[in-house]
């Protein structure tokens, strides 16, 4: 099976036709995953914030993550799943959409900088889990995090003005 013909199934799938053809469909799905949004990065932006060492100083690296972990991966959680929904529905359309490819480059560049960040950079918090101002890998993966997002959340934006060809 193609890449297409895969694309072509997924949309063809019953919650994907539910999705586009019932008159609530796409529009509580849409707000499930902008409230999941707001959820997860949200609370991913303080923590991001923290480690550049903006604010929350007096908070330690650590305590701050236990504490907006769970905030953090529900609704990371939720958002995944409402957004792959929608792209079910809209497979074709989505892969077909350069801002699409924007999306899908912000969450590999997220996704690799959480990893260095968890994988590499955490390993030393000991040393400055309590300092107001953390070591300046943590402060990058603050910032490309921050970066990230904001390139993921813009190009879903303008993949939504695109695809239904709602900007002129």
């Known amino acids: 099976m193609s890449a ?3 694309l072509k199934w997924l949309e063809q799938t019953p919650i994907s036709v539910l999705i586009r053809e019932h008159v609530w469909g796409q529009p509580i799905l849409i707000a499930v995953h902008m409230l999941a949004l707001t959820g997860s990065v949200g609370t991913l932006v303080w923590f991001d914030l923290r480690l550049l060492g903006i604010s929350l100083r007096r908070c330690s690296i650590s305590r701050l993550y236990r504490v907006l ?6 609704s990371f959680f939720l958002m995944v799943v409402s957004g792959s929904m929608l792209f079910m529905a809209y497979a074709t359309l989505a892969y077909d959409n350069f801002f699409f490819r924007v999306k899908a480059a912000g969450f590999a560049l997220a ?8 994988w590499g950079t955490k ?9 107001p101002q953390p070591p300046l ?3 990058i993966a603050g910032l490309v995090s921050i970066l990230a997002w904001a390139m993921i959340i813009v190009s879903g934006r303008m993949m939504a003005y695109t695809m239904y ?4």
């Not at 996704?111 to 968890?118: C, K, P």
């Open 69 to 74: 972990k769970p905030w953090m991966f529900a």
């Open 137 to 139: 890998a943590a402060q």
């Open 165 to 168: 060809g709602i900007a002129s």
């Open 4 to 6: 297409w013909e895969l």
């Open 123 to 131: 390993r030393g918090i000991s040393r400055w889990d309590e300092s």
């Open 111 to 118: 996704g690799v900088n959480m990893l260095i960040y968890h």
